[in-house]
């Protein structure tokens, strides 16, 4: 039923899919943004354990969805390659982009003059780079049902995860409820053009498939170690988070399954 819905509003350009995809899932993401204002004080445990399940759907698309399928195209060596690539590049970006953290603080070169408010939106926009680009590639392969499946993974997680931003913006000091909202959906916006990127790269350049499918793998498993995992570890809620990891996996290998 997806299948065809997306076929049919495309015309099976995977260029189109890729910017549909990306559209959905910035829906998700401001949809899980919106909750903060009838949700307005959700406990950090709950929190951290629907960061922790964001995480575990993350960490299981990017090898269901990405890096096997990526092998299958195109062979071990290259899906390697693009892992290694897409991790140093979320790294160097990490340590070059000045941003904060609700939790982790400053990070990035020195920088005096951008307001606190645009070092959080940083950060943000960090985390939600690899999402886009890996659902980008994904309609971009030509595998529209892997591609729906992996569009549904990052969705689903990006509910909880605009919740996070939203409620993390509040925390730190970033307004009142209506521009935290507002926050969390404009750091979710960055998903729409990369989602495009990747289609458009993968298009016109088939040879780079598994290179791309590994990149955009290789940066989602940066995000999840290097800000996903520590944030949700620093607050004495590890063991929630862990559950809502497992629980994360369980619900992306049962899409794996169930949508075929």
């Known amino acids: 039923m997806t299948e065809l819905l997306f076929v049919k509003i495309t015309g099976g350009n995977t260029i189109l899919q890729g910017l549909l995809g990306g559209i959905v899932i910035t829906l998700m993401n401001t949809f899980g943004a919106l909750l903060v204002l009838v949700w307005r004080k959700p406990s950090e445990r709950f929190l951290d354990a629907s960061l922790g399940f964001a995480a575990g759907v993350m960490l299981t698309a990017s090898f269901t969805s990405l890096i096997l399928p990526g092998i299958e ?57 690899p999402e886009g680009l890996a659902v980008g590639v994904g309609f971009g392969s030509g595998d529209l049902p892997n591609a729906l499946k992996l569009m549904l993974a990052i ?57 791309a499918m590994g ?40 899409l794996d399954v169930a949508l075929g």
């Open 73 to 129: 195209h195109g062979g071990f060596i290259p899906t390697f390659i693009g892992v290694v690539l897409g991790a140093l590049a979320l790294d160097i970006a990490d340590h070059l982009i000045p941003h904060s953290h609700a939790v982790l603080g400053y990070e990035g070169l020195a920088q005096t003059r951008l307001r606190a408010v645009w070092l959080f939106i940083i950060a943000i926009t960090i985390h939600n780079m």
């Open 215 to 254: 990149f955009a793998a290789g940066a989602m498993l940066y995000v999840i170690s290097d800000e996903i995992v520590p944030e949700t570890h620093r607050k004495g809620h590890e063991r929630w988070a862990t559950f809502g990891t497992i629980l994360g996996v369980m619900v992306m290998l049962y």
């Open 155 to 211: 969705g689903i997680q990006n509910i909880p995860e605009g919740l996070a931003v939203s409620v993390s913006a509040l925390s730190a000091g970033l307004g009142a409820h209506f521009y935290a909202c507002f926050v969390g959906v404009r750091a979710g916006l960055v998903e729409i053009p990369l989602a495009l990127l990747g289609a458009w790269a993968v298009h016109i350049a088939q040879p780079i498939l598994p290179y």
